[in-house]
T-cell receptor, first 115, second 115 residues
Framework: QQQVKQSPQSLIVQKGGISIINCAYENTAFDYFPWYQQFPGKGPALLIAIRPDVSEKKEGRFTISFNKSAKQFSLHIMDSQPGDSATYFCAASTENSGGYNKLIFGAGTRLAVHP | DVKVTQSSRYLVKRTGEKVFLECVQDMDHENMFWYRQDPGLGLRLIYFSYDVKMKEKGDIPEGYSVSREKKERFSLILESASTNQTSMYLC??????????????FGPGTRLTVL
């Protein structure tokens, strides 16, 4: 059962273009939505995160847009650069009975930015 | 900087062998996690630990066990390796802030091949 659905699976963008990755979730109890970036040979690293009390969060060229009613959130990379080529994972958190918030990850999007 | 190290980058084992994957973090984090990463499936949580000697099952614990004897070290054990356990294994740690979600820091991964 996939609780966080991510699309597309792969994406090719020209340098300077906008990269858009979408995620949809089912569990309305989710209250934290991070994006992780993974370069080849490395572990994922937190890129940017949002909570549902805001509809948008921007950090440099990276923006998360959040639509609570549609249960969707997306990552926008403006002015995409070859150095942005990586795999991106969206995630969402849920609180288990022990009080710990477990991350549920999407399937990942492999982004290639061509010069 | 938080550093999460994993004992091996590549490992080749035979079916039926007992396999140990070791993970060490150097930031006195309370929480540690083991994930497996497979193409098209994202990161799936195998086990996590929120304290020494404490462990919780994740989403896919079957065929795995874990050990956390010291705060900085979290081991994943495959009691009898099978070919369907061929995968990339990622260890992560997080500070542990009593109910709020905190950033997970990942190691570089161990690519395990079971023949």
């Amino acid at each position: 059962q996939q609780q966080v659905k991510q699309s597309p699976q792969s994406l090719i963008v020209q340098k300077g273009g906008i990269s858009i990755i979408n995620c949809a979730y089912e569990n309305t109890a989710f209250d934290y939505f991070p994006w992780y970036q993974q370069f080849p040979g490395k572990g994922p690293a937190l890129l940017i995160a949002i909570r549902p009390d805001v509809s948008e969060k921007k950090e440099g060229r990276f923006t998360i847009s959040f639509n609570k009613s549609a249960k969707q959130f997306s990552l926008h990379i403006m002015d995409s650069q070859p150095g942005d080529s990586a795999t991106y994972f969206c995630a969402a958190s849920t609180e288990n009975s022990g009080g710990y918030n477990k991350l549920i990850f999407g399937a990942g999007t492999r982004l290639a930015v061509h010069p | 900087d938080v550093k999460v190290t994993q004992s091996s980058r590549y490992l080749v084992k035979r079916t039926g062998e007992k396999v140990f994957l070791e993970c060490v973090q150097d930031m006195d984090h309370e929480n540690m996690f083991w994930y497996r990463q497979d193409p098209g499936l994202g990161l799936r949580l195998i086990y996590f630990s929120y304290d020494v000697k404490m462990k919780e099952k994740g989403d896919i614990p079957e065929g795995y066990s874990v050990s956390r004897e010291k705060k900085e070290r979290f081991s994943l054990i495959l009691e009898s390796a099978s070919t369907n356990q061929t995968s990339m294994y990622l260890c992560a740690s997080s500070l542990g802030s009593g109910g709020t979600v905190d950033t997970q820091y990942f190691g570089p991964g161990t690519r395990l091949t079971v023949l």
